[in-house]
């Protein structure tokens, strides 16, 4: 137990190894299972948490896990309580962060296609099982011999065949800043839908790419407004060898609109593979057209208004008239 926090929970039939992460509400430790001399994860309510809503996470992200099985997608093995302490137990991955991958700049193109792949697939069994992961990152992705991936940290994720999607209020947005759709600010009037993970995805090929996500800022409303109003810098100017379809899929994940985006995981991971094929045998990529093969699978009635070009016009106008009485 040496070098572990006093009051920390420990559930019994288990082995502390070996610190993995801290942050300010969990403990996560590689751990030994004496039942079977199995590695395990345990992520554990820090003691000096007590706000329940932070505690309950663990519970909600364990009934997610408990009912997915997908080799992209982290196990959730056991949740374990004792008193306000909660503990999840989760299997253990060898692997490391793709942040940290990224950071190390050992991603090829070809390492690209493998991870985005994988990951397309994994939210395409995730979306189709009605999970919506919410917080998709490159740390929140494990990458594992072979270019295999784990999608793990589901605390946030929702379950739109049980929730109903709703748009979010501005002060209630979750997820790492860097990387959450537009429709997650909650300034934009869209509800959260499988695209938004697209999305998410979307700037984590952009990080593979560039080796830093599009929106980059220490202040957190600058990056909200980044999200919701500046295009990302464009990734064939920055790369000029790199291929223009995989520029073009990128960029249509990155649409503000969610409606303009891929709409499935499927859609995606199949342009993915056609865009693999095409480099592989040196082919031109020039007339690549995104969404080829993207379907939602459900019917969903469009959020986008119609029938007010009048009044937005208008709007647009008093704005301009503000902008120029500042200005004077």
Known sequence: MIGFETGLFIPPGFE???????????????????????DVILKISRPSVHDIKHISKLSHEYNILKVIDHPGVVKGLQILSEGNAVCLVEEFCEGESLRSKIFKNIITLRDFFDIAINIADALAYLHLNGIIHKDLNANNILVTSGNKIKIIDFGISISNHTEDQEVLKP?????????????????????????????????????????KPPFDSTDAMEVIHFHLSRKPANLKILFPNLATGVVKLIATCLEKNPEERYQSAVGLSSDLRELSALLKTEQNTENFIPKGNDRSGKFRITQKLYGRENDLNKLNQCLEEIKIQKQC
Request: hydrophobic share 40%; proline share 5%; aromatic share 6%.
């Open 171 to 211: 002060d209630m947005i979750e997820g790492m800043m860097a990387y959450i759709s537009p429709e997650q600010t909650g300034r934009t009037g869209y509800a959260i839908s499988p695209s938004s993970d697209l999305y998410s995805l979307g700037i984590i090929m952009y990080e593979m790419i560039s080796g």
């Open 16 to 38: 502390p190894l070996q610190h993995v992460h801290v942050n300010e509400v969990h403990d996560i430790i590689k751990a030994k299972r004496l039942l079977d001399n199995k």
